[in-house]
């Protein structure tokens, strides 16, 4: 065989690996070359918008860019309120939704997800409100917040239940917030004692806003973070080829260059998984 022979048999084998993950995924995103993802830039740092330079960052977008480049496809964020990212992907806007979303099993009527972080609940208050809410167990009877578009508030509620009224002491004032940043507005002007966020991300904003936030305990929940895919016949082959993905990353390590990135090697998951939130 001659060399110019085994350079092209050596091309041809270098573009087949190159693309056999593409292959993975439906001809019409082969086609286009890109894979569309809903996201909400109001997550930091799991997704948020860099200040100076409005544009989109953090460990889903990293992680996001990593996935398409291993498929062999490029990715289009579109920006949508977290309450449409669902519907998005029911009305073919979008291929798949990347903002830190709990896989919980009411989700999973319409969706499958592709479990990627482990997260949990994390009480936290304001340094001028913690000589009076130093621990979790001082929360009984106060106002506390988080996002109504998340498991959080029913989560507070149990918590309440077993820690508060099952003591005889008074119950939470569960407050469904807009959003976390509605939470952290909401109890920067004390209209809340304290709040709830995920135990990632509050690390980043202890950083950004030095002397402002106090962790109260540990995280009170554990749960998973999940892409979600629709339960259609396309939807499970883009749910496959994005998981074959991830666990190649995570194989080759720069999953973890990434979670370590963004200071959240401690959010990572054991082994990729579908559909195992709780």
Same mark, same amino acid.
Request: with cysteine; charged share 25%.
């Given at each position: ?25 439906p001809q ?17 740092p799991i997704?948020? /918008? ?98 109504? @578009?998340?498991?959080?508030? /029913? ?5 309440? /239940?077993? @820690?508060?009224?099952? /003591? ?66 396309e939807g @499970? ?29 401690? @959010? ?11």
């Amino acid at each position: 065989m001659s060399l110019r022979t085994l350079l092209i048999a050596g091309a041809s084998l270098a573009a087949l690996a190159s693309s056999a993950g593409a292959q993975e995924l439906p001809q019409r995103i082969r086609d286009a070359g890109t894979i569309v993802a809903a996201t909400n830039p109001n997550y930091a740092p799991i997704v948020y /918008k860099d200040p100076a330079t409005n544009t989109l960052q953090g460990l889903d977008i990293a992680l996001g860019e990593a996935i398409a480049e291993e498929l062999g496809v490029k990715i289009e964020w579109q920006e949508t309120e977290f309450v449409q990212m669902l519907p998005s992907l029911q009305t073919g806007r979008v291929d798949m939704a990347m903002a830190g979303m709990s896989d919980l099993p009411s989700r999973r009527e319409t969706v499958d997800f592709v479990d990627y972080m482990v997260s949990g609940a994390q009480f936290y208050t304001l340094k001028a409100l913690s000589e009076g809410v130093a621990s979790p167990a001082d929360l009984c009877g106060k106002r506390v917040g988080a996002s109504r @578009n998340t498991n959080w508030p /029913k989560q507070i509620g149990e918590w309440s /239940k077993e @820690n508060c009224e099952a /003591k005889g002491l008074a119950a939470i004032e569960v407050i469904g917030t807009e959003g976390s940043v509605d939470a952290r507005t909401q109890l920067k002007s004390q209209r809340l004692d304290a709040a709830v966020q995920g135990s990632e991300t509050l690390p980043y904003f202890q950083k950004l806003e030095p002397d402002t936030y106090v962790l109260l305990g540990k995280p009170f929940t554990r749960s998973l973070a999940g892409i979600p895919f629709l339960k259609t016949e396309e939807g @499970n082959q883009i749910r496959d080829a994005v998981q074959g993905a991830l666990e190649r990353l995570k194989e080759s390590g720069r999953y973890s260059e990434i979670f370590t990135e963004y200071g959240l090697a401690g @959010n990572e998951i054991e082994a990729i998984a579908l559909n195992k939130g709780e």
